[in-house]
């Protein structure tokens, strides 16, 4: 997901919520390590269809469940802790793009994907769903 795609979504919530808000109030609140939030930078942000944040980066994945964080790394399944892109498909499942390939979480776990009968274990460039849910990765070798 690119930076201007992420501001748009953010832009775009950030509208929704002030419209929504009362008058001379607005609904944002900063997230840090009260929260949970580990140090490092945000490199990707999805949300969920259960309202979950999910927030990608150098550090590992962390999804935001309202008051606190829940870390997630590569002891959870996840090929590596450097997270960089994360697609939400209409079935719920969350896909994980990190340096050493993909993951999708689904029914509570991380399952490493195969891409063509073998594990992925390139860097994820980018993730896109098309229409049909179907999920696109962009790696540096190629499409898959």
Known sequence: MSILRILGILLQGAWLAAASAPPGRLPFRLLGKDDGLTTGAVLCMAQDRDGFLWMGGENGLMRYEGGRSRPWGAE?????????????????????????????????????????????????????????????????????
């Not at 498909?89 to 063509?116: C, H, I, Q, S, Y």
């Open 76 to 144: 959870d399944g996840l090929p590596s802790a450097s997270v960089s892109r994360l697609a939400v498909t209409p079935d719920g499942a969350v896909w994980v793009g990190t340096l050493r390939g993909l993951a999708r979480f689904k029914d509570g776990r991380f399952e490493r994907v195969r891409v063509d009968g073998e594990l992925s274990t390139r860097v994820i460039g980018d993730l896109a769903v098309d229409r049909t849910g179907r999920v696109w990765a962009y790696t540096f070798d190629g499409l898959a």
